[in-house]
């Protein structure tokens, strides 16, 4: 099923906070009553100074009427523990408000996190290889981890606190238009002020914060490749350019923000004088009304205490309407991911027998970010059951031709074909196809876990005895019995604890314990000596059965017993043949031949 586009950010948001609703809405709801509650006190203090304290007429309201069922002014004058306990009820059914918002606001805050990362980490692994060779993965790390909690501090933190203060505005705006109106408009006269220059920043520091989170993605895919090519850094004695090269890109990361907090400091320093404007106005304003007898002091009270909440969500929104724009710029970060188009299969795919002639039919391939032709028509066939070797130079085709067997990279409609029993690929599962052929690359790839857990990584249901089986054809296995753990040896990040021939001689189990019908080695003997080399040969032609070999190398040793030989060059297929009609011929094959056997001989004099 075709995946879901998000056009807009709303779309993506949604999308993320299934799962995670219920305990927002319900966070809403407590904290609709958590400003409710926190409203009230002022109203009880003015109630408590005007009527019961000044013996002034009360006014009709919610909170005469609620004082009342205790007994009038006079009763409670004498027994003011009354409205304490009534302060300390409506505070404490605050208090307990305020703790269900956070429960709630944190479990769906949490909830949203997992979602997140669980639809981003899917979808990643079905993007398509060139997708992964396109994209940094310092910068996808980046992106699912910093842009991930950006989003979920705006929605929890921020976007749900927005609607809490348009609420805490909306009432503290009625409860003092209420008390008086003229006051209320000036103390309210102030707001449009702060949310116009919130927005006005709004746009600034949405540019600045994501040239920042740029730079930041630059600067974790430094530092991510060199802990991964520590190695490398080390042996060729690059640590100090290294170290140069992150401090450079520190030093720009850390200028932009600074910069970013020039334009943040300038925001919230204007914010603070707006804020204490609107104080003094409403104080001074307020002093005089109160003078001149317009305004009663349990009133002004309150009034001050209705100015000094709303002060604080009023600066609150802006801080939000600012955060707006980081939180924008991560979501449309996390939705290049979730847009990237996932690898599909065509409607009608099959899942034919795979132990069947593999054709190659004027196949021509050009990488996107290339400037010329790595494969130029390129037609031969691997007969089904038979090893095929394919020799060429570095850049002539030869891994490209893999990638695309595989559909690691999608073969353009005009650009030739590949058939597996007269199957075009493009119409075969992509599941099925990889499943049923197993590949080898020069350069593996072993995560960190035991040896004996990387071997079974593509075979679950493998026991113990699969594993030696297949390390025993690797030649592998007698490497492993000097090991101390033995198949429990952790072999670190990237087999990093292991030489070049024991991560190839790993790779090579790992697809062997699978048994696929079709098995290509790419240059995957070329750091094992040609003793092994030639153990693994002859261990892989008894053991093949009925399954396609196709073997990439540079040697021709590796090459020589194979039942039909291709020799490419600059992308084109220039002999076909076996190794006896090969070397009989004045060509590239004789040329390397030859070249390598005085090589050989020069060695073995030596």
Request: aromatic fraction near 10%.
């Amino acid at each position: 099923m075709k995946k879901k586009r998000f056009e807009t950010r709303t779309q993506l948001i949604l999308y993320f906070l299934q799962g995670a609703k219920k305990y927002f809405f319900s966070a809403i709801l407590f904290a609709c009553l958590v400003s409710l509650l926190d409203l009230l006190n002022p109203k009880i203090i003015s109630y408590t100074v005007d009527a019961v304290l000044d013996n002034k007429p009360e006014e009709d309201g919610f909170v005469s009427a609620l004082m009342g069922r205790f007994g009038d002014a006079a009763y409670l004058r004498s027994h003011l523990w009354i409205i304490a306990l009534v302060v300390l009820i409506t505070a404490v059914l605050s208090a307990f408000c305020r703790f269900m918002f956070n429960l709630f606001n944190n479990m769906g805050a949490e909830r949203l996190v997992r979602t997140m990362r669980d639809s981003l980490f899917d979808h990643i692994l079905r993007l398509p290889f060139a997708w992964h060779s396109e994209n940094q993965t310092g910068d996808i790390i980046q992106r699912c981890t910093s842009d991930v909690e950006q989003i979920k501090m705006f929605l929890s933190e921020q976007l749900l606190t927005l609607f809490r203060f348009i609420v805490m505005i909306v009432l503290t705006l009625y409860f003092m238009f209420s008390i008086h109106a003229g006051l209320a408009a000036a103390a309210a006269a102030f707001i449009p002020i702060i949310v116009g220059y919130s927005l006005f920043f709004h746009t600034k520091i949405g540019a600045s914060f994501s040239k920042v989170d740029i730079e930041e993605g630059k600067l974790s895919s430094i530092a991510q490749e060199n802990l991964t090519g520590v190695r490398v850094v080390r042996a060729f004695g690059r640590e100090i350019y290294e170290r140069q090269r992150f401090e450079k890109q520190n030093r720009y990361y850390t200028h932009m923000w600074v910069d970013l907090m020039r334009l943040m400091a300038a925001f919230w320093s204007s914010s603070d004088l707006f804020s204490y404007l609107q104080i003094l106005t409403v104080l001074s304003y307020g002093a005089y009304l109160s003078v001149n007898g317009q305004l009663s002091a349990g009133n002004y009270i309150a009034f001050l205490s209705y100015t000094g909440m709303l002060m604080w969500p009023i600066r609150a929104l802006g801080r939000v309407i600012a955060n707006l724009s980081k939180a924008g710029i991560s979501i449309d970060r996390l939705a290049y991911i979730m847009n990237s188009e996932e690898e599909e299969d065509r409607p009608d795919a099959k899942e034919p027998d795979m132990h069947q002639d593999i054709v190659f039919d004027d196949v021509s391939y050009k990488y996107e970010n290339g400037s010329s032709e790595i494969l130029d028509h390129v037609s031969f066939t691997v007969p089904s059951g038979k090893t095929v070797g394919i020799l060429g130079g570095t850049g002539s085709g030869k891994s490209t031709l893999m990638y695309l067997l595989d559909r690691l990279y999608p073969l353009p409609e005009e650009d030739g074909k590949i058939t597996i029993g007269g199957v075009d690929i493009r119409d075969i599962k992509a599941d099925w196809l990889r499943k049923n052929i197993g590949i080898v690359l020069q350069e593996p790839y072993l995560f960190s876990r035991t040896l004996r857990e990387n071997i079974r990584i593509a075979n679950q249901k493998a026991n113990m005895d699969d594993v030696r089986r297949a390390a025993g054809i690797a030649a592998l296995d007698h490497a492993v019995s000097h090991f101390s753990e033995g198949y429990d040896t952790y072999v670190g990040e990237r087999g990093v604890t292991l030489s070049g021939g024991q991560k190839q001689r790993t790779a090579i189990a790992q697809m062997l314990i699978r048994k696929p019908p079709v098995m290509v080695f790419d240059d995957s003997l070329s750091a094992v000596d040609a003793e092994t080399d030639a153990y693994i040969r002859k261990a892989l032609a008894e053991n093949a059965g009925d399954s396609t070999v196709i073997l990439i190398a540079h040697r021709i040793t590796t090459l020589m017993n194979a039942d039909l030989i291709v020799v490419m060059d600059q992308g084109k297929v220039v002999e076909t043949g076996t190794h006896e009609e090969l070397i009989h011929k004045d060509g590239i094959y004789k040329q390397i031949y030859d070249l390598q056997s005085r090589n050989a001989k020069e060695a073995s004099d030596e």
